[in-house]
């Protein structure tokens, strides 16, 4: 044991359960602005997703919308089922979109639009994989997770029953690349998969 490593020993025992409580006071500070971090960010994904090409193509309230207006009212997105699970505030949605690269707000910061012009993707169903057997607490995460081991992710489509709201154990991926598709295909097909 070190000379310098002692004092330390030392100054923690004369301080006692005082000085700890003071260090978990401390704590939940950092943890807090973990939290805050990881929010903004997921808030800013859903945004940035909500506006993309991939999304726009499928969207048509949202692409309806920003025909009248590019600039979208933030408060229209408290609407939103993802939305709401991360947020009620509308400051809270210009926090997160602060950073975007994707995203631009307004001077006021009320209203938000795209930076980059809509491109309608011409090879959307060559980009696209219908998958199938999905495990039944499957979400968009999920498979987004699984599948982006073979290239990004742009969409994810998972229908769900009208009355529970449970995916129907299949759905639709769409990747930026083809070859993408590729990839998962011969990957399945490896080991007996079903896409």
């Excluded at 590019?70 to 505030?89: C, G, Q, W, Y």
């Excluded at 639709?172 to 399945?188: D, L, N, P, Y």
Aim: charged share 30%; proline share 4%.
């Amino acid at each position: 044991m070190s000379s310098e490593a002692a004092p330390a020993v030392a100054a923690e025992q004369q301080t006692g359960p005082a000085a700890a409580s003071e260090q978990k006071v401390a704590s939940p500070g950092k943890k807090g602005r973990h939290r805050k971090k990881h929010k903004y960010n997921a808030i800013r994904q859903q945004m940035e997703f909500y506006f993309s090409d991939a999304n726009l193509a499928k969207d048509r309230y949202l692409s309806q919308c920003i025909k009248e207006d590019p600039f979208i009212a933030l408060e229209e997105f408290l609407k939103f089922n993802r939305i709401k699970t991360l947020t009620d505030s509308v400051e809270d949605i210009a926090v997160a979109l602060k950073n975007s690269e994707l995203l631009e707000l307004s001077e006021d910061r009320t209203k938000v639009h795209r930076v980059t012009e809509f491109r309608e993707r011409v090879n959307c169903e060559d980009c696209t994989i219908y998958v199938e057997s999905l495990p039944p607490k499957a979400d968009h995460e999920w498979v987004r997770n699984v599948f982006s081991a073979y290239g990004k992710v742009v969409y994810v489509s998972l229908p769900t029953f009208k009355y529970s709201k449970k995916i129907k154990e299949f759905g639709f991926v769409e990747f930026e690349e083809e070859t993408s598709v590729q990839k998962a295909i011969k990957t399945f097909q490896a080991f007996g998969g079903v896409l």
